[in-house]
């Protein structure tokens, strides 16, 4: 059970590196995944092939995961029949369901549009965890929770919405959610097992589960190329700093605290696509930039 209340992830200023660390790290991930299709030949509409390329990167995620666990003395064989019911839930969840969702709705939804539906993922944290946890609404978060909502307008200002279809804006909408729930799973789950050893289950298992449905959904990794294989080595690394810094903050620190740092995701995105892709980093981005920044040192205050 994890109940470390003097861990390095409470100290504010530790927070705030760690936060951003995890942000950008699934910022990277924007450019890496793109490059990845293009290098394992895997077509803008191959869901499944999506699915199971998502599905390898996950499961060697969590398998090397479970390496660290152990290295750091945390036990990785779990014997509680209960614990093991939350940790196939938190699997199921906050990766398999999530990315699913995610590679599914990108697949029929223009890219602005999911950007727009996406980024409220972190507000809808916010407010579960305000009604399951009970965590107090001060001046503070109130504030830094509007600036956030600024900065989000800000960063997609003049991108249409357009129309709603279920198979692509409906699932990115369920991808809001499941990540939402996967944040309040997480902090279930980490007061059962401790953090890396949940981090690895999750990533495991919901690895497992997207390769499964990728095969039935007739995907394939059509070619194999080092420039691939570095490319999925450096997916495999954002998936485990990302998702072993984010659990251990979202375990010791107050949900509406970590959630906010969320938005600042697409924004990574962006940059790094700039400067990866050479994709466009309008203006718009700095100062939705930040807006955010602003509302993070509020609601850190």
Not at 112 to 131: C, E, Q, R, T
């Amino acid at each position: 059970m994890s109940t470390n209340e003097n861990s390095i992830f409470t100290k504010k200023q530790f927070v705030v590196l760690f936060a951003l660390l995890a942000m950008f790290a699934w910022g990277c991930a924007y450019p890496f995944i793109k490059l990845g299709m293009i290098e394992w030949g895997i077509a803008s509409h191959d869901a499944g092939g999506k699915m199971l390329f998502a599905g390898v990167r996950f499961t060697i995620a969590g398998l090397l995961t479970f390496i660290i666990a152990k290295g750091k003395g945390q036990p990785i064989l779990e014997k509680q029949p209960g614990n093991l019911g939350w940790l196939f839930l938190l699997g199921l969840v906050n990766t398999a369901l999530h990315y699913f969702c995610f590679y599914t709705g990108l697949s029929n939804c223009e890219g602005g549009k999911a950007s727009i539906i996406n980024s409220f993922s972190p507000f809808l944290l916010m407010l579960l965890a305000f009604v399951i946890f009970r965590e107090k609404m001060t001046r503070n978060k109130g504030i830094g929770i509007v600036l956030g909502i600024i900065g989000i307008i800000v960063v997609n200002f003049g991108t249409q919405l357009g129309g709603f279809a279920w198979n692509g804006e409906g699932m990115i909408l369920l991808n809001c959610v499941c990540s939402a729930f996967g944040g309040i799973l997480t902090r279930v789950v980490t007061k059962k097992v401790m953090p890396i050893t949940a981090t690895a289950y999750s990533l495991a298992l919901g690895g497992l589960m997207l390769i499964a449905a990728g095969l039935v959904c007739g995907g394939r990794l059509n070619r194999v190329t080092g420039a691939g294989v570095l490319l999925l080595i450096g997916l495999i690394a954002i998936s485990m700093v990302g998702f072993i810094v984010y659990n251990q903050l979202i375990t010791y620190n107050p949900i509406t605290e970590i959630a906010m740092f969320n938005a600042l995701i697409p924004v990574f995105g962006t940059l790094m696509s700039c400067l990866m892709l050479k994709e466009a980093f309008g203006i718009q981005n700095l100062f939705g930039l930040l807006f955010m920044g602003a509302g993070i040192y509020i609601l850190q205050k």
